[in-house]
């Protein structure tokens, strides 16, 4: 028997709500348990009261003398959770549980049919272009994240006969070369693939991308090198010619419209793919060294270029399929004119610029605001100082979490934005994309302040210089000052941060698809990766002096400033369609 879609909905609200509960519970002091009272009950319910103007009532010690059932399960919980607390690896598995647990509730309230609407049956050809996509979607996606947890190993191995140069270094100049790669070369690559067809351009990146994982074999710099700028320009094959392919492909099979929800399957795959990976590429790892998953990799982009070979038909920029003047083929000159042309463009291609600079900004400086939170906290139950030194974040279930998160923001995208979502009478209650984006960005911003002045409260920084911000930094640290509460509240941002991100990929995607030109668009979607890439190789150049700190308060800001591109958007979108009902 299925639950009723009320219940359904109270239990997904609790859900959602407890792992907050739970990183509480990480923050929590173990004595917390001695202090647990249930409050005094009226006599009407069994238990005796105690009278201001009075002695205790006859068999009042009695009552309060034995341990009632509720009291003692409690307390057996509360004992239990923090057994399951105290240690980092308990700790984050417990919230991976949690996390994984709300996304089934959401999963099965969506199905049910929260509305109380009728079920609407998915077109045949919507269901046909969706199979096709994702297939090849998430096997790109499977040899892209299999390549990430081992970056810094397999660059770090290498020997390059210079003892004077370390090998973070090294790292770090393959790691800029690759992002540099992305910014010099992905319009170039983006205006051939509208010119030559989105299909020869995922072909290109399972080529190239191969060929950069197995660089990764060779001891020699200068192949190192090569490996990573053809991983660049793989980079920016891989997040606009499958895009742009599903977007000209649903334009010709005229199913427009269920883009949305074929973004927020392809993003909530990915996050459940991410997680495959990391155990992958851990397993590869241990039996082939870091060079494993790299290996590995090559088999998922194989096949997906071969599945991609068999059931994608080629389409090219709009322009020229209906053109055979191969003057008329997109030009970069051009794009930045329809980018010009179009202030809508503009700030969808800002808030895309925007966002994923912060994203990227964080992922290179959330493992050691965590690991120095986590080290705080944990080491009070550690039995001696060794035992506390040898305290390690488990980064893996760390990431696992934020995977889970994201694939918790990407449900929540498919069901308030689903064009299937109709009330009895069959009008649609979808969200809009673009108000969802202003939620989703308000939510983004108050979740990076909220980490940046999580760590600000325990390690002031350079953001302690700026007058303004000190002010706000100390009233935080007043507030937030114990490891248990920097802890608490460092995890519950990144956690709201990374839903947020499993939102904003399926919302970009949608926002794209209606706002930037077919004849243009993998050129545009590429403009748009040059501030982007300009921006965090600045932070990273500038981290010693930013700190981590300085860095998430630039992604603060970012974000902050994609808000208000948001709002402008959202401004202008209900201006054009006030005018289109006078």
């Given at each position: ?7 359904l ?77 105290s ?24 199905r ?17 272009l ?5 297939a ?6 499977m040899?892209?994240w299999?390549?990430?947890p ?18 973070m ?10 992002f ?6 992905g319009?170039?690559?983006?205006r ?11 072909l290109a ?21 090569v490996?990573?700028v ?13 895009e ?13 419209s ?6 927020g ?15 992958i ?12 998953p ?19 038909k080629?389409?090219v920029?709009?322009n ?14 051009d794009?930045?004119k ?9 700030l ?6 925007l ?19 986590v ?18 974040t ?15 923001g990407?449900?929540?995208f ?8 109709v ?8 969200i809009s994309?673009?108000n ?13 302040g ?7 409260s ?5 953001l ?12 935080v640290?007043?507030t ?7 802890l ?9 941060f990374e839903s ?13 698809s209606?706002?930037?030109p ?20 600045s932070v ?8 981590v ?8 800001a970012?974000?902050?400033t ?10 202008i979108?209900?201006?054009n ?6």
């Open positions: 028997m299925i639950p009723s879609t009320k219940s909905g109270r239990l997904a609200t609790i859900l959602c709500l407890y792992p907050i509960l739970a990183i509480h519970a990480f923050a929590s002091s173990p004595t917390a348990v001695h202090r647990f009272h249930l409050p005094h009950l009226t006599a009407g319910h069994g238990v005796t009261t105690k009278h201001s103007n009075g002695p205790l009532k006859k068999g009042t010690a009695l009552h309060l003398s034995i341990p009632r059932g509720g009291a003692v399960a409690a307390t057996a919980a509360a004992s239990k959770l923090t057994e399951w607390t240690s980092p690896n308990s700790a984050f598995n417990l919230a991976l549980g949690i996390l994984g647990a709300c996304t089934a509730v959401l999963k099965l309230y969506g049910s049919g929260s509305d109380g609407g009728p079920v609407t049956k998915k077109d045949p050809k919507v269901k046909s969706q199979i096709r996509f994702l090849v979607f998430w096997l790109l996606r040899a892209d299999l390549q990430g081992y970056f810094y190993q397999v660059y770090a191995s290498k020997s390059f006969g210079d003892a004077t140069t370390g090998a270094t090294w790292v770090s100049r393959l790691f800029l070369t690759g540099a790669s992305t910014a010099l070369f319009p170039i690559v983006g051939l693939c509208d010119s030559y067809g989105r299909k020869a351009g995922t990146f399972s080529l190239l991308y191969s060929l950069g994982a197995y660089s990764t074999k060779s001891p020699l710099l200068s192949v190192l090198l490996g990573r053809l991983g660049g320009i793989g980079t920016s094959l891989l997040f606009s010619a499958p742009a392919w599903l977007v000209g492909e649903a334009g010709r099979e005229g199913v427009e269920s883009l949305g929800d074929t973004f399957l392809a993003y909530a795959g990915d996050s459940i793919v991410a997680i495959l990976a990391g155990q590429a851990g397993f590869a790892a241990s039996q082939r060294g870091p060079t494993g790299f290996e590995v990799s090559v088999g998922f982009l194989i096949l997906g270029g071969l599945i991609s070979s068999i059931l994608w080629e389409n920029a709009s020229n399929s209906s053109s055979g003047d191969s003057g008329n083929k997109p030009t970069i000159r794009a930045v329809v980018v010009k042309s179009d202030p809508k463009i503009m969808v291609g800002a808030m895309q610029s966002f994923e600079s912060a994203m990227y900004i964080f992922v290179l400086n959330w493992p050691p605001a965590v690991s120095k939170a080290s705080a906290y944990f080491s009070k139950f550690a039995k001696d100082s060794t035992a506390a030194a040898a305290i390690s488990p980064y893996g279930t760390v990431f696992s979490c934020f995977m889970a998160c994201c694939l918790l990407s449900t929540i498919g069901q308030l934005t689903s064009s299937s979502r009330d009895k009478d069959g009008n649609s209650k979808s994309t673009e969802f984006a202003v939620g989703m960005l308000t939510l983004a911003t108050l979740a990076m909220g980490a940046t002045m999580a760590i600000s325990s390690a002031p920084g350079i302690s210089k700026i007058p303004i911000v000190s002010n706000i930094l100390g009233g640290a007043s937030v000052s114990s490891p248990a509460s920097v608490g509240a460092l995890i519950a941002c990144l956690f709201l947020c991100v499993g939102m904003y990929f399926p919302a970009i995607g949608t926002l794209r209606k706002y930037f077919d004849s243009h668009r993998s050129v545009v979607m590429n403009l748009f990766g040059i501030p982007l890439n300009a921006m965090v190789v990273f150049l500038s981290i010693e002096g930013l700190g700190q300085g860095a998430l308060g630039v992604s603060t970012a974000l902050a994609a808000l208000g591109c948001s709002l402008k958007l959202r401004g979108v209900s201006k369609e006030g005018s289109a009902k006078q």
